[in-house]
């Protein structure tokens, strides 16, 4: 620990040299100043787009406001750390429906401890330059408003879907914070100064352009209008933070996703420039990359939990993974392979499953139907063909 006066600015360039030592992707800072998003953070909330996460309301303006989460902060450390696994197979998941489709992010380790645990370790060698020093780490835990700080400490810029995008890397990477209470300079790149210049009136000018391709291929029109999310109808959110049923109307438009979605990150023009990741602790496990949905569901809850160990999935529950499981299996083409699994699953589902089980199973009855009008169209119309061609060879045997 030094007693001589603190280069702060020396200081910031050392920061961000020990972030890409623990392996960040990308280091920058911020102030602590959100207050041109308080508005647009408030009116979400009054359009309940947040659903039945409670935790975003109850802490309300605390988002916006760092000083009041960590009294004494003056600078916000943000960083990225690339997620992208290797042979991703985005199209071959999405396009086999007997497959399971998982969010990308969540195929590996849980990003939460590991981020964490390297931002506190960034925390502990500022220390070591400072004579007195305060910070606190956060990865999603707590009421932070992670992707404006970013924007501010020119990681890249808030995209229409919301996500932060990087020309250099696309979307596909985590975000984490480290607030201080030391006067750092603040990141200057063309990111940054953009993100200054934004207030709640003005029209947002980034790299987006004219594009909304995020918007179109949203399969549940949850990006109601560019820059915000309905919550409520996002497959990520009702597949992994609602603990609740289903909204039936949406059940049919999530395919064969059963943990998050990926789709408005597949179809951005951006991540042509995505980089993949250089851990391994983010490269799919359990074969969770290409894995059938009746295997997946075929899982007890304690083959559930010891296979999960250490992943983001495990915290969503048994029963949530079992609705999302039966959902994707009602969306599936039919097979007695697939009632039969459903049914077998009646005794440990609780009530919420059981309903989307016998929802799943109608879907299949529907499908099983449709294949036998098909069948017997199908039978008719040869019917009707051998009767053609036994009349052609008996009236024109010339030609026939």
């Not at 102030?31 to 953070?41: G, K, N, T, Y």
């Not at 606190?136 to 995209?159: N, T, Y």
């Not at 051998?386 to 008996?394: A, D, M, T, V």
Request: hydrophobic share 40%; net charge neutral.
């Amino acid at each position: 620990m030094t007693t001589t006066a603190i280069n702060y600015q020396e200081l910031a360039e050392k920061i961000k040299r020990w972030g890409q030592e623990l392996g960040f992707s990308q280091v920058g800072i911020s102030d602590i100043d959100l207050s041109a998003h308080e508005p647009a953070f408030l009116r979400w909330l009054e359009q309940g787009y947040h659903g039945n996460m409670d935790y975003m309301a109850r802490h309300g303006l605390m988002r916006t406001r760092p000083d009041e989460l960590v009294p004494g902060t003056l600078r916000v450390i943000s960083v990225r750390l690339n997620y992208l696994p290797q042979n991703a197979q985005f199209s071959k998941i999405l396009k086999d429906k007997n497959l399971a489709y998982i969010s990308r992010y969540a195929l590996g380790r849980d990003y939460h401890k590991l981020m964490r645990k390297r931002l506190q370790q960034l925390g502990q060698k500022i220390a070591q330059h400072c004579q007195s020093f305060n910070c606190r780490p956060f990865v999603d835990s707590a009421p932070v408003l992670e992707r404006p700080l970013a924007e501010k400490a020119g990681l890249g810029w808030q995209g229409k879907h919301t996500l932060l995008l990087n020309k250099e890397a696309g979307s596909w990477f985590f975000l984490g914070e480290l607030f201080v209470d030391i006067p750092l300079p603040v990141s200057q790149n063309d990111y940054a100064i953009n993100a200054s210049k934004h207030s709640d009136e003005t029209v947002r000018s980034n790299d987006c352009g004219s594009c909304v391709a995020c918007i179109k291929i949203c399969p549940t029109k949850a990006i109601v209008e560019p820059y915000v999310v309905d919550a409520r109808r996002c497959i990520s959110y009702f597949t992994i933070e609602s603990p609740e049923a289903i909204p039936v109307e949406l059940r049919p438009l999530m395919g064969n996703r059963i943990y998050g979605c990926d789709d408005c990150q597949l179809i951005c023009p951006w991540n042509k420039y995505a980089k993949l990741t250089e851990l391994e602790d983010f490269q799919a496990r359990e074969n969770l990359d290409h894995v059938s949905l009746l295997s997946l569901f075929a899982w007890t809850e304690e083959y559930f939990l010891n296979k999960l160990q250490g992943s983001p999935i495990r915290r969503i529950g048994y029963q949530s993974w079992l609705r999302n499981i039966a959902v994707a299996l009602g969306n599936a083409p039919y097979s007695e392979d697939i009632v039969t699994a459903l049914n077998s699953k009646q005794d440990v589902a609780n009530d919420m499953v059981k309903e989307h089980i016998s929802w799943a199973l109608e879907q299949q009855m529907i499908k099983r139907a449709a294949i036998a009008a098909e069948q017997q169209s199908q039978s008719a119309n040869h019917r009707l063909t051998l009767r053609l061609i036994r009349s052609i060879e008996k009236g024109l045997p010339r030609d026939a």
